[in-house]
């Protein structure tokens, strides 16, 4: 049977490099997050966590558990 050509796998070496990809990542996210939100206000940040959390409820088909802080979701 011809063996492979191809470099032995190193887990080490990869799950290093995963793990640079991903701060790599993450800190691309937080740049673009910054610029698409960074003129919003305290205030602003809030209500448009509130609406994001509402449409996450929504599309995931739960309601707001009693005495929840936020409001009923729209039908």
Do not use: C, N, Y
């Not at 490099?17 to 997050?33: C, D, K, T, V």
């Not at 929504?58 to 558990?65: C, I, S, T, W």
């Amino acid at each position: 049977m011809p063996r492979s050509r191809r470099p032995p796998l190193d887990p080490a070496r990869d799950h290093r490099q995963g793990h640079e990809h991903l701060s790599e990542i993450q800190a691309l996210h937080e740049a673009h997050a910054e610029l698409t939100f960074g003129i919003l206000g305290d205030a602003e940040r809030a209500a448009l966590l509130d609406v994001l959390d509402r449409l996450r409820d929504h599309v995931a088909g739960r309601l707001p558990e009693p005495g929840d802080h936020r409001s009923p979701p729209v039908a």
